[in-house]
């Protein structure tokens, strides 16, 4: 039982490239999300999924796009990136609907933008 | 909209001292309130949480937080800190909405003098 995992660990890019960044979950957890993080500013939500074939937006959505093709997987996209998507980002995911359950994070995911 | 302050950014205390971080949060509502911690170059694990009767919380790791309505707080507290508790700690709120989504607080570094 792997729980939450992501792929790339690192990555450099040049501004105005392209990546994608894979979160995958084998708890079977209807619920997804990708957070980005920056110092002094905690977590902040950048995308959510509340099942396979939905995504919606987040706090901080601009520039990035996502999709859930399959409910073990969630993919956040950056089209053109910028220095400002520097950040670590990271994928949790959730059991069902009640916001007590317990979200479960990845390792996170440290990319630099220049 | 929720939102969640950490007062102190970075807190040093002694091995063995005890500790408390803490938090304010912003909700119309009765809150769902966890604490997270991440160790270096890790994801996030929960540590406790609270959405509803005895306000004094057990988590895991021999900590505890304390829920006042009145105060709109939760802080966290351990009476006897072991270097291995250095990581940075983060304080969120739930809210039930089309995600249910956590509004995550900057974080406090915690650091442990020998």
């Known amino acids: 039982n792997a729980g939450v995992t992501q792929t790339p660990k690192f990555r450099v890019l040049k501004t105005g490239q392209s990546m994608t960044l894979l979160c995958a979950q084998d708890m079977n957890h209807e619920y997804m999300y990708w957070y980005r993080q920056d110092p002094g500013m905690g977590l902040r939500l950048i995308h959510y999924s509340v099942g396979e074939g939905t995504t919606a937006k987040g706090e901080v959505p601009d520039g990035y796009n996502v999709s859930r093709l399959k409910k073990q997987n969630f993919l956040l996209g950056l089209e053109s990136a910028a220095p400002s998507q520097t950040s670590v980002y990271f994928c949790a995911s959730r059991w069902g609907q009640g916001v007590y359950n317990e979200q479960f994070f990845g390792p996170g995911t440290r990319l630099t933008v220049l | 909209a929720q939102s969640v302050t950490q007062p102190d950014i970075h807190i040093t205390v002694s091995e063995g001292a005890s500790l408390e971080l803490r938090c304010n949060y912003s909700?119309?509502?009765?809150?769902?309130l966890f604490w997270y911690v991440q160790s270096p170059g890790q994801g996030l694990q929960l540590l406790l949480k609270y959405f509803s009767g005895d306000t004094l919380v057990q988590g895991i790791k021999g900590f505890e937080a304390e829920f006042k309505r009145s105060q709109s707080s939760f802080n966290l507290r351990k009476p006897s800190v072991h270097w291995s508790d250095a990581a940075e700690y983060f304080c969120a709120v739930g809210a039930r909405n089309a995600g249910n989504m956590l509004t995550f607080g900057g974080g406090t570094r915690l650091m442990v003098k020998p």
């Open positions: 909700y119309g509502a009765t809150p769902y």
